[in-house]
């Protein structure tokens, strides 16, 4: 019988009494056990080791570096916003930090990758044509000089090895650049999509060579007076002054509120519910002021309800007509998505069959989910509506409907105050005069602060003085009561 089978028929205590007598037998040939715990202590680091592998640290030097833009869409319900913030991580710039530092596309942050954004958009506002500018890693070697002609936007390469004397032909290395596309999209939330990317010049910057900036913000034009809506639009197309239709902050040191509009125009979206045809609102333009498009929105819902005359417009572009802006709500963030940046200067890569399929099946199965959702309140809206309206002779609710005043419209228009007899807030001399007011006295109180602490910490050194010329002279007062007094 084998040593392990002998081993395996053995009861617990015989395996403690064999392994005592073994150990007998080697103290007699001066062979030394170590102890038990010391074996178990080995045999677990021993197992640590194994499963924690150092990782060794990427080197970038190895890799080249060159500049490029993203095209990036993104869902902005969930987000606050594109900006990074300090107060929360949940916006779409530190997910896209977080998957270019997992992919090691940039070494450490945005700043030393030279970033830049065409625009920002607020909580909740969505993009389909977002466009960043970065400096990321390449597959080409670090000498490699990047051009961003049409020709060599295919990014492939050749590099030779001369180290030897045979023929370069036969050491050539064909090199494909990374797909920077397919590597953020692996990583990035299934809302944030990387759609494209292109070659850019060392002096590109999203923000200023940006062309042009398109907006589409959708509403529904149940009782909408449309065309009073496009005359509307017509009144701010030109350089205009938008004061009235902004948020104005004085602490940013925007002091222009002139911007220049291309096109601005009301359309049908899509065929959709003949009762609640969709509609969108699009305004390009040159660039665009903090909330400018959902202002421009409030005013332009109010001349659709006839709420205004859609001469409105004109008059609140007119300094003159209207010096100070009147107080209004502004519209929701949600139905506004930043459509599309143009450039001069990009010539987007493309992207292959796979990776265009493998985005649209991401985005398929939330429209599914949404399209599912719609037509579930669609079918309660439905059922809804076959209700009978017991103080009306027992009809049903679409028959009554109809024939029914909106109650909510009603009491809206009823308490509704037109817009030139509105209450009016600052102009922006005046918020500027109360801001600069408010941080000299900020810096007066500061000064103030200094210069006490300054006095306080001059007694106590001169107290300490005092007590080393004196030492045994004893303290009468507690140094509490000294300082307060």
Same mark, same amino acid.
């Given at each position: 019988?084998?040593?392990?089978?002998?081993l395996?028929?053995?009861?617990?205590?015989g395996?403690?009494?064999?392994?005592?007598?073994?150990?007998?037998?080697?103290s007699?040939?001066? $062979?030394?056990?170590?102890?038990?715990?010391? *074996?178990?202590?080995?045999?677990?680091?021993?197992?640590n080791n194994?499963?924690?592998k150092?990782?060794r640290?990427f080197?970038?030097s190895?890799y080249?570096?060159?500049?490029?833009?993203?095209?990036v869409?993104?869902l902005?319900?969930?987000?606050?916003?594109?900006?990074m913030?300090?107060?929360?991580?949940?916006?779409?710039e530190?997910?896209?930090?977080?998957?270019?530092l997992?992919t090691?596309?940039?070494?450490?942050d945005?700043a030393?990758?030279?970033?830049?954004?065409?625009?920002?958009?607020?909580?909740?506002?969505?993009?389909?044509?977002?466009v960043v500018?970065?400096?990321?890693?390449?597959?080409?070697?670090?000498?490699? $000089?990047?051009?961003?002609?049409p020709t060599?936007?295919?990014?492939?390469?050749?590099?030779?090895?001369?180290?030897?004397?045979?023929?370069?032909?036969?050491?050539?290395?064909v090199?494909?650049?990374?797909?920077?596309?397919?590597?953020?999209?692996?990583?990035?939330?299934?809302?944030?999509r $990387?759609?494209d990317?292109?070659?850019?010049?060392d002096?590109f910057n999203?923000?200023?060579?940006?062309?042009a900036?398109?907006?589409?913000?959708?509403?529904?034009?149940e009782?909408?007076d449309?065309?009073?809506? !496009?005359?509307?639009?017509s009144?701010?197309?030109g350089?205009?002054?938008?004061?009235?239709?902004?948020?104005?902050?004085v602490?940013?040191?925007?002091?222009?509120?002139r911007?220049?509009i291309?096109d601005?125009?009301?359309?049908?979206?899509?065929?959709?519910?003949?009762?609640?045809?969709?509609?969108?609102?699009?305004?390009?333009?040159?660039?665009?002021?903090?909330?400018? @498009?959902?202002?421009?929105?409030? @005013?332009?819902?109010?001349?659709?309800?006839?709420?205004e005359?859609?001469?409105?417009?004109r008059?609140?572009?007119?300094m003159?007509?209207?010096?100070?802006?009147?107080?209004?709500?502004m519209?929701?963030e949600?139905?506004?998505?930043?459509y599309?940046?143009?450039?001069?200067t990009?010539?987007w890569?493309?992207?292959?069959a796979?990776?265009i399929?493998?985005?649209?099946?991401?985005?398929?199965?939330?429209?599914?989910?949404?399209?599912?959702?719609?037509?579930?309140?669609?079918?309660?809206?439905?059922?809804?509506?076959?209700?009978?309206v017991?103080?009306?002779?027992g009809?049903?609710?679409?028959?009554v409907?109809?024939s029914?005043?909106?109650?909510?419209?009603e009491r809206?228009?009823?308490?509704?105050?037109?817009?030139?007899?509105?209450?009016v807030?600052?102009?922006?001399?005046q918020?500027?005069?109360?801001?600069?007011?408010?941080?000299k006295?900020? !810096?007066? !109180?500061? !000064?103030?602060? *200094?210069?006490?602490?300054?006095?306080?910490?001059?007694?106590?050194?001169?107290?300490?003085?005092?007590?080393?010329r004196?030492?045994?002279?004893?303290?009468?007062?507690?140094?509490r009561?000294?300082?307060?007094?």
């Open positions: 019988m084998s040593s392990r089978s002998l395996k028929t053995l009861s617990r205590d395996l403690v009494d064999r392994c005592l007598l073994l150990e007998q037998l080697l007699q040939h001066n $062979v030394s056990v170590p102890p038990a715990d010391a *074996q178990t202590h080995n045999c677990n680091n021993t197992s194994k499963k924690q150092k990782k640290p080197d970038f190895k080249g570096r060159r500049k490029i833009a993203l095209k869409a993104y902005g319900e969930r987000y606050h916003g594109l900006a913030q300090s107060s929360t991580n949940e916006t779409v530190a997910h896209l930090l977080t998957a270019l997992k090691k596309l940039i070494e450490k945005f030393s990758a030279e970033y830049s954004r065409s625009g920002r958009t607020d909580k909740g506002v969505s993009a389909f044509g977002q500018s970065l400096y990321v890693r390449s597959a080409f070697p670090p000498s490699t $000089v990047f051009t961003t002609a060599t936007v295919s990014t492939t390469a050749t590099t030779e090895d001369n180290h030897s004397g045979n023929n370069s032909a036969k050491k050539a290395k090199i494909t650049e990374l797909n920077y596309v397919k590597m953020l999209n692996g990583v990035l939330p299934t809302d944030i $990387v759609l990317w292109a070659p850019v010049d002096d999203a923000r200023f060579s940006c062309t900036r398109h907006y589409k913000y959708f509403f529904f034009s009782n909408m449309i065309k009073a809506m !496009e005359t509307a639009c009144y701010i197309v350089e205009h002054d938008f004061s009235n239709f902004c948020k104005i902050d602490s940013n040191g925007m002091t222009l509120f911007r220049t291309y601005a125009f009301v359309r049908p979206y899509k065929p959709t519910n003949a009762s609640l045809p969709l509609y969108e609102f699009n305004v390009r333009g040159r660039g665009f002021l903090w909330h400018q @498009v959902r202002c421009l929105m409030a @005013v332009l819902e109010l001349v659709g309800k006839g709420r005359d859609p001469e409105i417009f008059d609140l572009v007119d003159e007509a209207f010096p100070c802006k009147p107080v209004y709500t519209a929701s949600r139905p506004l998505v930043l599309n940046c143009e450039y001069d990009l010539h890569t493309g992207q292959t796979t990776d399929e493998t985005i649209e099946n991401t985005w398929m199965r939330s429209w599914k989910e949404n399209t599912t959702t719609n037509a579930l309140h669609d079918l309660f809206m439905d059922i809804l509506s076959d209700v009978s017991s103080d009306h002779s009809k049903v609710w679409k028959d409907r109809s029914l005043p909106s109650t909510m419209e809206e228009k009823r308490k509704y105050k037109p817009m030139r007899s509105r209450p807030g600052e102009s922006f001399s918020r500027l005069r109360r801001y600069e007011q408010k941080m006295e900020k !810096e007066q !109180e500061e !000064e103030n602060n *200094q210069t006490t602490t300054t006095t306080t910490w001059e007694f106590l050194r001169r107290l300490r003085k005092l007590r080393q004196w030492p045994g002279r004893r303290r009468t007062r507690p140094l009561s000294i300082l307060v007094s």
